[in-house]
């Protein structure tokens, strides 16, 4: 059986696919995109049958779950030592620009039925609010909360019905809101 111009487990040109590969041509066309390619679209962006990609992920669901691990996993990490409330602010403009930055990832994180990324994102909360010693209900409240507002504020800024949310400026007085209203709870 022949496959119609596509070569089977190695792209042109001798390089190696790989896992890491497959990844990032996954993240510059959901970057180019704005939304998740297609397994088809994927395997021709990187010159392999599509059967090829199968051999590094079971399914389309381990490599969204994989691609948007490792994309979060790029956001800022929390510095121990350092005011609290600077560190939240870099962690949340850190996400937002994320966001920003690949257009589909949103909605992609949204539908998954993993929580691998979310782990990554909780954790680096967690360690911005450590200094605040909140109790695990406050935390978990304190986090929901700013998740749905980032997630809120990327959406207006994907739909561009408000027009000019694309700086941090925008964020920085709800944000300092949610700081003080935080501050004040712990």
């Known amino acids: 059986m022949t496959v119609k111009g596509k070569r089977r487990g190695r792209p042109q040109g001798g390089a190696a696919l790989s896992r890491e590969r497959i990844l990032e041509a996954a993240a510059s066309l959901l970057g ?13 962006e990187l010159e392999v049958d599509v059967m090829a990609l199968y051999h590094y992920f079971p399914n389309k669901g381990a490599l969204l779950e994989a691609l948007c691990c490792q994309l979060v996993s790029g956001i800022y990490t929390p510095q121990e030592g350092q005011p609290w409330r600077q560190e939240l602010t870099r962690l949340s403009q ?27 994102f909780m954790a680096r909360f967690d360690q911005a609010v450590a200094p605040l010693s909140l109790n695990e209900t406050q935390r978990g409240h304190a986090m929901a909360l700013l998740v749905d507002y980032l ?7 994907h739909c561009n019905s408000c027009g000019g949310l694309e700086d941090d400026g925008h964020l920085e007085g709800p944000l300092n809101f949610y700081l003080d209203a935080l501050e004040a709870r712990a």
């Open 151 to 157: 997630h809120g504020f990327a959406l207006a800024i």
């Open 94 to 120: 850190s996400y937002l620009s994320l966001l920003r930055r690949h257009g589909g990832l949103l909605e992609t994180l949204l539908g998954m039925s993993t929580s691998g990324p979310a782990q990554v």
């Open 32 to 44: 180019q995109e704005g939304k998740v390619p297609s397994l088809r679209k994927l395997g021709g």
